[in-house]
């Protein structure tokens, strides 16, 4: 049979595998997949959505500009040097597409982000991906891997699905050494969770050169994963280049007017943020205490290694059984680990307790 047909590398592809969300014949879930925040839709972002309504006939505002604005000012930022995203996803493509293509060569670490492969494969790059140490990104190798071929280096930090994070002076230490051709995409999307003296989330790093940007997201602490929005920050040249390739309208409506209002939701963050800070040490060492490793993360989620694939699929089925849904992480290369979001101060007991439940089963 004649059908049209993509590009060939387009069929070798992994399609995005998403936190599920529902559980057939359960009806309390809780949803510990996709680090969305602990505390659902900023109320102000809420009724934006709903006084947006009215104007959804019209095209949004195409460059964001009361959006980039809200970011600056809430940042310390130049708005001129902000790009607005369908999420930050919409933003990490476009710098595929941008700055690879075939013949070009992309850098992420084993356990990066899986966007980045995705978007990576899409430009038709060789997507090189680097071994970590210790479940964190080995930026040494990473200066190892880079040929005159490379154009582009994808790094997170917090990164997901680890929760490894990099101290500011080795990301600077990093950039300095990349050559002046490479763009380095630092993906800040946790930036908002981290409370470690040493981390820096790339606003330095993107004042201080040429090639690099920063992307963040209004979809973790924010509570807006559901509207799609997220943002870079970037010199110049990158937001040429980023206004030339992405969609004219790439932003709603809705979402313009519900990001400008979680912008200014009073305590919003720092609310989320004092309570990941209390409740991730409390869902990591409850797990822990049942004789299940938990790797060290700055993110709003943590990372339950259980040593064998066998045992991390048993333990996602108890805990599916349970109602709670879980991430599996072997298209990153972890199926040995579960990774799961820190919820409500309610569900975390609930996952402990399942976790304790788990160690009886499994012991008894
Ligand atoms: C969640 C996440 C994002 C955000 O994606 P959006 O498209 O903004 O929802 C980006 N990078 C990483 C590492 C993430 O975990």
Known sequence: MTVPKPRPEILGIQPYVAGESDLPGINRVLKLSSNEGAFGTPPSARQAIIDALDEVFRYPDGSARRLREAIGKRFGLDPDRIVCGAGSDDLLYQCALAFGGPGREIIMSAHGFAIYKIAGDYAGSRVVKVPERNLTADLDAMLAAVTPATRLVFLANPNNPTGSMLPAADVARF?????AHVLLVL????????????YEPGIKLVDASDNTIMTRTFSKIFGLGGMRIGWCYAPPHIVDVLNRTRGPFNVSVAAQAAAIAALSEPGWVEAGRAHNTKYRPILADGIAATGVKVWPSEGNFVMADFGTVEQANAADEFLRSHGI?????????????????VGTAEEVGLVIEAFQELARHTNG
């Open 175 to 179: 950039q300095a050494a990349l050559p």
């Open 187 to 198: 993906d800040s999307a946790y930036a908002e969770y981290v409370t470690h003296p040493d």
């Open 325 to 341: 849904i879980v991430r599996k992480i072997g298209g990153y290369g972890l199926p040995h680990c579960l990774r799961i979001t």
